[in-house]
């Protein structure tokens, strides 16, 4: 009997108007809208928690750290390949060498600021050297250590540092101020702030004038109204620097 009365509800439902099962289905979902929504906030929570256990197995973190860790060190290693194939391909740097260096330490004692290098390769390597950094002249080997593989650079803004240089076609010495900056003095023009200022060509030291820094501020000399003072920042961020570049000029044949 029960089951013939489903069956005859069954076949009222399926023959009733749309209307009619539309309005029922409402109902039905109306009445038992909150048994279905725990049930599902049950599975949700059941199924998170067991991604999240197994995401956190310790072995699999340990591999991918191990992946990633070997990825940035061949990533550093095909850098620092691109950066010495690209300078020894450069029309500038044709008859030059470099001796590829890693920067250990930067002393900014008072008035001093230099760089300890360390060298992969010492052969050739002399006091008064250019030292670039991000392609930029940054300053000139001091001393060289050959039986540590190790030399210091001094800086630029050095306040003993001074190299000749050219800024909008106006031949002057740049000095180090000490403080990671440099001075242009006495110059007979003024020169427009963002004026790239380059070192100048060097018999056996440098072949071609490079890029040393640029004006941050030009204002008249204090003791000569007639002439200008500038200063300089290096055209890279020294203090960031993690490998610098020195130039090794062949002799001719």
Not at 51 to 65: F, K, T
Not at 113 to 132: H, M, P, S, W
Request: charged share 20%; proline share 4%; hydrophobic share 45%.
């Amino acid at each position: 009997m029960l089951f013939t009365w489903f069956m005859l509800t069954g076949l009222i439902l399926l023959f009733a108007p749309q209307e009619l099962t539309g309005k029922f289905q409402l109902a039905f979902v109306h009445i038992f809208r909150w048994p279905l929504s725990m049930g599902g906030s049950v599975a949700l929570t059941a199924r998170t928690q067991q991604l999240a256990g197994g995401a956190s197995q310790p072995g699999e973190r340990q591999y991918r750290n191990y992946i990633a860790n070997l990825q940035q060190t061949l990533d550093e290693q095909r850098r620092k390949f691109e950066k010495l194939y690209g300078l020894d391909n450069t029309f500038v740097w044709e008859g030059a060498d470099f001796a590829l260096a890693d920067v250990i330490t930067a002393t900014t004692d008072g008035s001093r600021n230099e760089l300890t290098i360390a060298c992969r390769k010492t052969d050739g390597l002399t006091k008064g050297q250019y030292v670039l950094g991000d392609e930029s002249v940054i300053g000139i080997v001091s001393e060289v250590f050959p039986q540590i593989a190790k030399a210091d650079v001094k800086l630029v803004t050095d306040s003993t540092s001074w190299i000749p240089v050219e800024v909008a076609g106006l031949k002057n010495i740049l000095k180090g101020n000490g403080d990671y900056t440099a001075r242009i003095e006495w110059l007979k023009n003024a020169v427009k702030v963002g004026e790239d200022v380059f070192a100048l060509k060097k018999a056996g030291l440098l072949d071609a004038p490079i890029i040393v820094g640029t004006v941050s501020r030009c204002e008249r000399n204090t003791q000569n109204a007639s002439l200008w003072d500038v200063t300089v920042e290096p055209a890279c961020d020294i203090q960031k620097l993690e490998d610098v570049a020195v130039i090794i000029i062949r002799p001719p044949k």
